[in-house]
Nanobody, 116 residues
Framework: QVQLVESGGGLVQSGGSLRLSCAASGIAFSLARMGWYRQVPGKQRDLVATITRRGTTNYADSVKGRFTISRDNAKTTVYLQMNSLEPDDTAVYYC??????????WGQGTQVTVSP
């Protein structure tokens, strides 16, 4: 059974930082491309960042220079360090796993709220 469990969300003031974690189980984590997406009510889920099994990263333009995605294959965990947070970063953040052999997997989401 695949599980992606996010943690680390919360309320922070503009300019502050948060670190999200996603602990994965039930997948070949070291082979998967891991990612973070975010969604606000009434809008589509958007890409925030991805990291390949080799550590190649990709970021949405809106978070470049502020967010950093990383992974620890030994702990089967992916992280999202978010600095210089802005009110527009407020959203539910979802962890994603793509093993390229079947369906993609999603976590339950964690709320990030940035106050002005």
């Amino acid at each position: 059974q695949v599980q992606l469990v996010e943690s680390g969300g919360g309320l922070v003031q503009s300019g502050g930082s948060l670190r999200l974690s996603c602990a994965a189980s039930g997948i070949a984590f070291s082979l998967a491309r891991m990612g973070w997406y975010r969604q606000v009510p009434g809008k589509q889920r958007d890409l925030v960042a991805t990291i390949t099994r080799r550590g190649t990263t990709n970021y949405a333009d809106s978070v470049k220079g502020r967010f950093t995605i990383s992974r620890d294959n030994a702990k089967t965990t992916v992280y999202l360090q978010m600095n210089s947070l802005e009110p527009d970063d407020t959203a539910v953040y979802y962890c994603n796993a793509d093993t390229f052999t079947g369906p993609q997997y999603w976590g339950q989401g964690t709320q990030v709220t940035v106050s002005p």
